[in-house]
């Protein structure tokens, strides 16, 4: 097992799997419900992940396909990544060697601690260790722009925009060689 230990908050980074589902639905639905309360439904809706079976299906899937990462902080979950060799669905392969982030969510009881950054430099490593230089993701693009401007500052550039119905989304790219 493979830990990344930040020494300033005790935030350990260990591998995940489908026996994490109930802890990953927990953060997905604190996220919904943080969005929610700042009247911004537009990227997950109002209704939590765990109340919808396609999204827990959906979501169980991709901790049973992708690389899941678990991030701690004194042995409870406080964030998830997952990591896979091709985008999802909706977005073309870039036509090379990839590292696609297929989801990223944090605890909102840590925001401002770090955790996400922490696990998108644990991407950058993992992308490095298997000598891949693309790292990419997608993300919501509505509302003010805040989670493209947040992949922004993390050395992320955007590239191409898509759409999923009337969902704004946008790719995003790292070179991490």
């Known amino acids: 097992m493979e830990i990344t230990q930040r020494e300033d908050d005790r935030l350990v980074i260990r591998k995940g799997g489908v026996e994490d589902l109930p802890a990953v639905l927990a953060m997905l639905d604190s996220a919904v419900a943080w969005l929610t309360a700042r009247g911004r439904p537009g ?30 902080c004194d042995g409870i979950p406080v964030g998830t990544l997952t990591l896979a060799p091709r985008p999802s669905e909706y977005v073309e392969p870039a036509g090379e060697p990839e590292v696609f982030i297929r989801l990223l969510v944090t605890d909102r009881r840590r925001a401002g601690r770090g955790t996400g950054a922490a696990l998108l430099a644990h991407a950058v490593r993992e992308t490095r260790r298997q000598g891949v230089d693309l790292l990419r993701v997608d993300c919501y693009a509505g509302d003010d722009g805040r989670l493209v401007a947040y992949y922004r500052g993390q050395g992320f550039v955007p590239t191409e925009t898509f759409r999923v119905g009337d969902w704004p989304g946008q790719v995003l790219e790292r070179r991490v060689g």
Request: hydrophobic residues 45%.
């Open 43 to 72: 990227q997950w809706g109002t209704e939590p992940f765990s109340a919808r079976p396609a999204s827990v299906d959906r979501i169980r899937d991709n901790l049973a396909s992708a690389t899941a990462w678990i991030a701690e």
